[in-house]
């Protein structure tokens, strides 16, 4: 794997890339279900926002978290480049997983959402819509302080 170290600034960039792409639709694809929340299934609102949620989920947030993962795991493949005793790596990784986990909660409820359910309130969109930014807040500054 030290191969890769010459590689090392084009895998990070990359990865970065995709993380932000990721984000971008953990930040949206919430905020669409605090609206389809709020009308009546069947409507025409309600296709709309389905054909929204299907396409940022498949076409962005998928392959950006995939890329996420993959990237990630070539960085921390790279010799050196992680101290795997610290404790910033740990908690880092913990919110990773953790994103991960909201992740694949907002794939289930975009099911939801394609046959008519609505399983939770716009309230509680809007409290998920917050969870991304918390974590994305933990992760940045384990990856870039590394207080402990």
Known sequence: MSALAAWYPWIK????????????????????YVYHSDVPPGSPQSETFKVMERRLLRAI?????GAAWLLGLLLV???????WSAGW??????????????????AVAR????ADRRDHTARYWRIVNEVPT??????VIMVIVKPF
């Open 13 to 32: 960039a990359l990865h970065l890339i995709a993380v932000i792409a990721w984000m971008a639709g953990m930040f949206y694809l919430p905020r669409l």
């Open 111 to 114: 099911k939801g959402f394609a």
């Open 89 to 106: 790596w740990h908690l880092k990784m913990t919110g990773f997983v953790l994103m991960s986990a909201l992740h694949g909660h907002l």
């Open 134 to 139: 918390v974590l994305m807040i933990v992760i």
């Open 61 to 65: 947030i998928n392959p950006a978290m």
């Open 77 to 83: 493949s790279i010799p050196g480049v992680v101290d």
